[in-house]
């Protein structure tokens, strides 16, 4: 029997490892379709150094929608089209190319948190479990039936970064456990409408990851842990500039709200109900880890220092 066929669109890591696992699956990739790493996601392994080690073509930047690509994606004549974090819509005329079907794979249990960074977003809403879902596609976003899911739990302490690594691994095995049901009719597919109302997500804005002292303190660790390294971080606004909150703990020293204080376990940074013990600070292109400096930095901006007694 001839190996199934495909055309893969991916980026990310989570894109690279459902790669690895189509290709483990026995699956004949035609052609990959990515973007150009950036110089601040060199934290991953990118879809096309896997491809190019495989001999398969990859294509940079497309403009996937073009009347280019449709041609050169009917002339492959492939047998699936999937789309591994891809950050284009793929219109209709597309999706109908493949024989057995287009295909998406999306960082959430769907039908909640349709549509962008749900892996970021899911932290800042403070959920306790998500997943990832192999779904057919239509001209609609994280729309179409349900072929595959797998749930993942959410530590206290998760952050974009670990939880990434998780719907890595839980894609790849995710796509190579659902290749033989695909290629045969016989995988389950569920209606998203069975399955409870939607939600959804746009995209993450820079404004999304401020930080205000009107935050609980379970507010604002999610959103610091939602864009903790490698992502840009959560920040801080004052009258004398911004700064970046890139790690920080919740602490049961308490910390009046828009207040630091210096303790014997670090620098506190006080929010409406609690105070966060801080443990990496940027600005001014600098990264401060020790607490005297994150001090200093801190009065330089204009923050009031809380005494011991406050």
Not at 69 to 84: G, I, K, T
Not at 164 to 175: I, K, N, S
Not at 236 to 246: F, I, N, Q, R
Not at 268 to 290: M, Q
């Amino acid at each position: 029997m001839s190996k199934p066929t495909a055309v893969v669109c991916a980026y990310s890591s989570v894109g690279t490892a459902a790669l690895e696992g189509l290709l483990e699956a026995g699956v004949e990739v035609h052609a990959l379709y990515t973007y150009a790493q950036g110089a601040d996601e060199q934290w991953f392994t990118p879809p096309a150094a896997v491809a190019q080690a495989q001999g398969i073509p990859v294509h940079m930047a497309p403009v996937f929608n073009a009347d280019a690509v449709y041609e050169a994606l009917r002339a492959h004549r492939p047998d699936f089209l999937f789309s591994f974090y891809f950050r284009e819509m793929i219109q209709a005329r597309v999706l109908e190319i493949p024989r057995l079907g287009a295909y998406n794979l999306h960082g959430s249990l769907l039908p909640k948190y349709r549509g962008r960074a749900p892996i970021n977003w899911v932290l800042v809403k403070g959920e306790t479990e998500t997943g990832i879902t192999l779904h057919a596609m239509t001209p609609k976003p994280d729309d179409g039936f349900i072929v595959a899911q797998a749930r993942l739990s959410i530590a206290w302490d998760e952050t974009a970064m670990s939880l990434t690594d998780q719907a890595a691994a839980a894609g790849r095995e995710l796509v190579r456990e659902a290749l033989p049901g695909l290629v045969d009719g016989s995988i389950r597919r569920i209606d998203q409408k069975t399955l409870g109302p939607s939600t959804y997500f746009g995209g993450r804005k820079p404004a999304d990851s401020r930080l205000d002292f009107a935050m609980t303190l379970q507010e604002a660790f999610n959103q610091i842990r939602a864009v903790a390294d490698p992502w840009p971080n959560a920040f801080l606004e004052t009258a004398s500039g911004t700064v970046k909150v890139a790690w920080a703990l919740p602490s049961a020293e308490p910390c009046p709200p828009g207040c630091f204080r210096a303790t014997q376990e670090g620098l506190l940074l006080g929010f409406s109900d609690g105070a966060l013990r801080i443990h990496t600070l940027k600005a001014r292109g600098l990264r401060l880890e020790r607490p005297s400096e994150q001090a200093e930095l801190l009065r330089g901006l204009g923050l009031a220092e809380a005494g011991l007694g406050s």
